[in-house]
């Protein structure tokens, strides 16, 4: 009895010395009372100095963090496109403590200031690999035609910028990426491609998540790339860009590239409603060096607006709005050294984008959303004129056989709800939507015909066209998903998500898994492995549904003395099912490891491959008369892709950064070439890498510090292999293997230097420099055709450009 007396004596003894444990709760949010979702948040006990631990808040802007014992810690707070909240020092009782972190948004900073560098602890509420860019780092890396945001994405490794201004994520096709702008899904509805444009000064940030991501990403197998856009504030701010038209010396004084854009923004009510409006125009002047003086240029326009809006109606209710405007008139579209301007058509299109959407904080850290967007398009084709369009070994000649009017739209409502953290095992954040989508497309085309020409301009292979080009097609999406973020503990994070998926077409119900972790030695906050797996699946296109419907191709094959060899023979197209739903399943591993002074680095390996993928296959055998090729719609297609990427990337100040990465990869596939009746070659082999395959690349940007008071350095530079392509015969028929030929090492480098100055009272920033300082050709254009005495000739390309650029950005 007074051995057990002692004990609990001793027992009671520790109890009554044993720290308290305390629970930090709170919620980080914008200067507008927005959430900041994915705020990292570090906390670090002052006394005893030591203890420290990360969490990431969650899409409501919450946070949860259990320490050990009460008193006095510093909190440091930092987000992708805001300004650090540096060493804030709170003192933390026994219970709960309830503390609200606002972060400002990182606009562009006038004048050098010393801000802390990032957080040496790496992020350990995300296991899948992310790439981010702010708004600042789009307007201060000097890429070519500076207010395409498609063009600045191109800084990001394991993004790749084709000659077409298309962009490829993680070796995907374009449709195969799914793009958002502010949660709403921005895909064009009947190609799947980023088509709208987006001002560059509208841009918090642009984010790409790729490998496993979160189960309420869906129907976007090469990753996912996000746009959130800029809120406006209680202070009106003002900033044009480029208006003031520049001058080129390209075969003669021309007026170069314009692009000029403004924004402003400020409150509608203060402290209640905001607005933000960016509108851009640009006009681009393209000349070809190799064509005829007064046939050697073309010009187009565009214009865009976002407005993007937010109104409080309570602290915890918010109400967010937005619609964008794109306009673009393109004649001679596809001019180059061997399409001249005969050849080319004239491009229009429109597009409006509206959404809404309701956001709800609940007590806890609880959020419920609820929102609705509407897309729509137009697009025109107009060719130059009715006569014949004929493909010599040295190019194409008369007018493209294409007369076309498509209208595109897309309805989609969606829902998401965060419940409060959870405590059983760790702790648990659970998310769950669903996503509806109502797609619709329109055409009316009308082609002529084409005809394929020998070495000697006698026809080998003449095409018209029959029946009617009107048509609609629709379709019907829906989904709903589940999503744990499990914390173990502080240092293992497990991500365990479903996606569930309906597509009207196909008819079918999907289930996709997603899974994930990061985990850190418990002596190393400073590192992390990460990893994960996912499985996703496709919706249907329209544009392949759309192909039975169209035109039928007829083919007269022709002899060298002109006699009829065969023909005319149709080419159809069949879509008749059952279909299964294509399915991707993405594997990724990675390190993740920073220093400090904010220095970051990052290797990760990425595995995709994909089957069961929708594409057209000739099943004609054997050959008949009077049918060319029977193209049968099924899952045929099957996607490969592997990288590794190694990337180093270290923010200096708050405004000055670099980065430098490189990617080795593979992308291929047996379905290259997508089969189409716009198309107007045959591909017997259809396996090979894909078009923007390119197996080495390093892209290194900056925007740098110099000696000199205001003054700084911005540089981009890019080196990869060249693009490949395939060798076509005098019959239109690829020869060899599809894509067995590359162009030349890409090199490129872009050097500017910026002063920011004060002016009568206005902040200017005024910018000089060139692109292609090397003076590489790069050229974009080759002689494919096996035919031809010129074969294998590369062309186009651009020579060393100075550039200037002045921004306005408001009163002192």
């Not at 789009?138 to 201004?165: C, E, F, Q, W």
């Not at 995907?172 to 509805?189: K, R, V």
């Not at 010396?249 to 400020?266: L, M, Q, Y």
């Not at 739903?581 to 591993?589: A, D, E, K, M, N």
Request: hydrophobic share 40%.
């Amino acid at each position: 009895m007074q051995a057990s007396a002692v004990i609990y004596a001793l027992l009671a003894v520790s109890c009554a010395a044993a720290p308290a444990e305390v629970t930090l709760r709170g919620r980080v949010i914008g200067d507008t009372g927005a959430p900041v979702a994915g705020a990292r948040v570090k906390i670090a006990s002052l006394d005893p100095p030591g203890e420290r631990q990360i969490v990431t808040a969650d899409a409501g802007g919450a946070l949860e963090c259990r320490l050990p014992r009460e008193g006095a810690y510093s909190v440091s707070v930092e987000r992708e496109g805001f300004f650090t909240l540096q060493d804030r020092v709170v003192r933390l009782a026994p219970g709960v403590t309830e503390i609200q972190f606002e972060l400002s948004p990182l606009r562009e900073i006038f004048e050098s200031i010393e801000v802390s560098a990032r957080s040496s602890t790496v992020d350990l509420d995300r296991s899948a690999p992310e790439k981010t860019l702010r708004g600042t780092d789009i307007l201060a890396v000097p890429y070519p035609t500076t207010n395409n945001l498609k063009n600045a994405l191109r800084i990001l490794p394991g993004v790749v910028h084709d000659s077409r201004g298309g962009v490829h994520v993680n070796g995907g096709a374009e449709d195969q990426t799914l793009y958002t702008l502010d949660g709403f899904t921005l895909n064009d509805p009947l190609t799947g491609r980023l088509e709208s444009r987006v001002s560059v000064e509208a841009v918090q940030s642009v984010e790409i998540l790729s490998g496993a991501p979160a189960a309420e990403y869906g129907r976007g197998s090469a990753g996912t790339l996000a746009v959130s856009t800029v809120s406006g504030s209680d202070r009106w701010r003002y900033v044009a860009t480029n208006f003031v038209p520049g001058i080129e010396n390209r075969k003669g004084i021309v007026i170069g590239d314009w692009t000029p854009r403004a924004g402003v923004s400020g409150p509608l009510v203060p402290g209640r409603a905001w607005f933000s409006n960016s509108v851009s125009t640009q006009y681009v002047k393209h000349v070809v060096e190799e064509l005829p003086d007064g046939e050697d240029r073309s010009a187009d326009w565009r214009l865009t607006n976002l407005l993007h809006t937010q109104v409080n109606l309570t602290p915890s209710h918010i109400l967010y709005g937005g619609f964008l405007v794109n306009r673009w008139n393109a004649p001679r579209t596809g001019l180059n050294p061997l399409d001249p301007m005969e050849t080319t058509t004239d491009r229009r299109s429109r597009q409006w984008f509206f959404h809404v959407k309701d956001q709800v904080y609940l007590a806890g850290g609880g959020l419920i959303e609820a929102g609705f967007a509407r897309d729509r398009t137009f697009a025109r084709e107009i060719p130059q004129g009715p006569g014949p369009y004929l493909l010599t070994p040295d190019g194409k000649r008369g007018n493209n056989y294409t007369d076309a009017a498509r209208k595109g739209g897309r309805e989609q409502f969606i829902a998401n709800g965060v419940l409060p953290a959870l405590r059983r095992a760790g702790s648990h954040r659970v998310k769950a939507g669903v996503d509806l989508n109502r797609l619709s497309y329109w055409q009316d085309v009308r082609r002529s015909g084409y005809e394929h020409l020998r070495a000697d301009l006698t026809p080998s292979v003449s095409v018209v066209f029959r029946g009617s080009g009107r048509l609609r097609r629709e379709n019907t999406e829906a989904a709903w998903y589940v999503q744990d973020s499990w914390k173990v503990r502080p240092s293992l994070l497990f991500e365990l998500g479903l996606r569930s998926d309906w597509d009207r077409l196909l008819g079918n119900t999907t289930f996709s898994p997603r899974m994930g972790f990061a985990w850190s030695p418990r002596e190393s906050r400073d590192s992390k492995i990460f990893g994960g797996y996912a499985v996703v699946h496709e919706p249907a296109a329209l544009r392949l549904f759309a192909r039975p419907a169209d035109q039928v191709a007829l083919a007269t094959y022709f002899g060298p003395d002109g006699e009829v060899l065969r023909g005319p023979a149709a080419t159809v197209f069949e879509a008749q099912g059952p279909f299964r739903t294509p399915r991707y399943q993405t594997s990724t591993l990675g390190f993740e490891r920073r220093f400090p002074g904010g220095l970051e680095s990052r290797i990760a390996a990425i595995r995709k491959r994909g089957r069961l993928g929708l594409a057209y296959l000739d099943v004609l055998a054997p050959e008949v008369a009077a049918i060319d090729a029977i193209y049968r719609l099924g899952n045929h297609r099957v996607d490969v892709y592997d990288a590794v990427e190694i990337a180093i990337r270290q923010p200096l100040r708050q405004q000055y950064e670099w980065m430098a990465g490189y990617t080795r990869s593979n992308a291929r596939s047996n379905s290259v070439a997508d089969v189409s009746a716009d198309d107007p070659f045959l591909y017997p082999d259809n396996f090979g890498p894909m078009p923007w395959d390119t197996p080495n690349r390093l892209v290194s940007w900056g925007y740098l510090p110099t000696f000199w008071k205001n003054w700084a350095a911005a540089y981009l530079l890019e080196v990869r292999d060249g693009f490949p392509f395939s060798v076509v015969g005098g019959d239109g028929r690829a020869v060899g293997r599809m894509n067995s030929r590359r162009f030349p090492l890409f090199v490129e480098l872009n050097l500017h230097a910026e002063r920011r100055f004060v002016l009568r009272g206005h902040r200017w920033a005024f910018r000089c420099g060139f692109n292609n300082l090397t003076n590489r050709r790069n050229p974009n254009v080759v002689n494919n055709n096996l035919d031809s005495a010129r074969f294998g000739q590369f062309l186009g390309g651009q020579h060393r450009s100075l550039n200037f650029r002045i921004r306005w950005l408001g009163r002192r």
